[in-house]
């Protein structure tokens, strides 16, 4: 019976195993849309509940999932404690310790149910090029986080002494610096911090020129890591062939 | 007869054939040009009543362009349906079916009637190397699709709860904390909406500095999946030679 | 004495041409940083009056020049014909047709005489090697300014119809619309124009998510044309030593 | 006795060594994080004081530290000329001169104190491949600096003339029009200056869709090199095992 089960629950290869698979992948999509939604303002009541009842049932349906996963598990105690079994309780937690809103956040948990869907596909090849992508240049990626921090640290620092005495609303303190610093490095720019006097302007022009390499080179490397490791799994496919 | 027509309907050798298509080309790219220009507001009549005249003839060339290809075609069903018949319809049709405002967004159809373009120059050349580069990294970059959507999806619920009790009026929703991130991750950074609280912005530092590299990382797969296209492609002229 | 004048002139062996050489470039240099200076609104009279009068002086330093020019090339009206020959001409010209403002912007001719500074260095190494990495990617660059013209086309187009009704102050029409998909796509992002119905803001994530692809790729292809010529150039070294 | 406190000073092998640099380190982060604390306004006078005296304690075990370097170095004057010797002494002095504002800014020279952290792990190895990587495209890097300052230069000559009339208070002189040279290039797009005129907007969209692939070619460039360099590394390093 429970040997039944399981190959319901974590086999792949029987239909019924594969229709348990896409009902709750299927679910769990759901719910990560419904969530966001129950945040829109204004919704009519009709909408409003029906989200709620979805949530309900879903939770209900997770937590028989995860009964179950428990129940046909040969360590249970192993997979309450593993990752997954704890992404899974965190999942519905948050609905039966209170059906208010304080706890919707935790509900973004769910998205790390997510991950169950890559065990599905063959994505996992990718997947693993990727990480050994990432593997291969980490040296270099922390050097340069390392580098990166403390290059926004002494944008920060020296914007503060440029701008200060003109806006000492907008530059308060070097933390609040911080924050011109990141969106101006990160050339996303939203125009509520920028510099006016000329020092800082000239300040500014010269981070931009050295700092545009130095945040920029790390994903210049993901990227030629990732083609490496893609050309690599190519040359081994051709030769297997 | 008909033999005759298709040659210049369909050839490239002859010299009628080469006059026939860089006619419809042309017109093409004029009624591509003449489009936006009736947007403009304030148009003096004469120029108004110009490129509707424009349009009417144009229109009346594309109609016996149309039927011409379907008289010379082998398969006249076969031509109507494929994707090029379906194209050059749908490119005439607004024109009959109103004059009005409401069909003229359909008219950028024409746009895809360029593509003919690609067929007269070498640039076929080009393109087949670059959907070759695409689908060598095929897996690559759905992943990469994958995990940006569920990294925007992220980044709008958390920047929600960070900032919608000071600014409830911007971040109404997580729907509409959506645009928040898309205009952030992608660095654009309008300045209509950004955080202004301090939790908010140590938010929209960490999204960013690990989202750029997410973002930025197809276009870089792209490129030098490219590039390794235009090595091989090099070095095969190189040897032919 | 010709030939003496010409060694001095167009030679780079002896000190009096290496003299010569220097005198104009770093009066070249000097000019292109005074004429910006003078665009500086209230400025003193003295400096007002210095920039005058070096700007009379370098265009007679640079008249002779030119005359000197003249008279030692062995092709004269080759030589005033030819690339350099019109460019100091033009460097000079507008000097003595108007001392007004209306024609200052020539002025920023002189900036193509800093070609000759090209010249002198080994800089020329790299810049033979650019040129020879544009050339291998010539077809992809005009593959994807023709792709991104087209989508510029398509973006500006698409925005005009979703926006149009809520800002018919900002999206105009299609071509005022062209100046949002600019200024969206490189992600500059200025604040000027930005969608504010849900369509526009739809349309725009989806435009950029696509956009940037193609706008940066360009940027890409060339960076790894240039790395590829520069590892080829290093080899050539190491086996040339 | 001096033996044993160099062995402390500059040693790594025995405990007490370990312990010394530790205690450094941990020093110099915690004064280079409690430095930018110290410029937020309205702090509780508690938090201010214990600022201060954490800035006095650490400033005396520096001073410590530094006069400990000075006896333990074999050759004292050459210590106290090295770049280190002169960074440590540069880190304590503003404390001495004065305990005002004006010097804190450079209490930032502390910073170049982080750079011993750099000794203590294996990450000099990513940094010497580093080096390699910028000094082989040392040429290329110039040669795209030179020609960046020059595109700013002509940006900024070209927009003043389009948008002077139109915006004379923010468009003042072709040196107020660097910031927006440099804003735009970089693609950070504050949003306080922009181009208004139609004329200033065509040049806008020419010289980005230019300028683009000028200012980020470089940072291509930098990853391709370190990629490469990564690559050999990891060759080398199959071939040792």
Known sequence: ????????????????????????????????????????????????????????VSVTIFTI??????????????FIFS????????AILPFYISAGADFRAIRAVRLFRLLRLLKLARYTDAVSHFARALRSIREELILFSIVSVLFIYLASSGIYYFEQSAQPGVFKSIPHSIWWAVA????????????????????TAIVLL??????????????????EATKKR????????
């Open 83 to 90: 990752f997954y079994g704890l992404v899974d309780l965190l």
């Open 65 to 78: 999932e995860y009964l179950l996963r428990i129940l046909v598990a040969e360590d249970r105690i192993g």
């Open 1 to 56: 019976m429970i040997d039944h089960l399981r190959q319901i629950v974590e086999g792949r290869e029987t239909p019924a195993a594969w229709a348990f698979d896409v009902t709750v992948q299927v679910l769990i999509v759901l719910s990560l849309i419904s969530f966001p939604l129950e945040t829109l303002p204004n919704l009519p009541d009709w909408a409003y509940w029906g989200l709620r009842t979805f949530e309900a």
């Open 184 to 203: 101006t490095l990160t050339t996303v720019g939203y125009g509520d911090v920028y510099p006016v006097t000329v020092g800082g302007k000239v300040f």
């Open 210 to 227: 050295i700092g545009l390499g130095i945040v920029a080179v790390p994903t210049g490397l993901l990227a030629n890591a990732l083609s």
């Open 234 to 241: 190519e040359e081994n496919e051709s030769t297997r062939d």
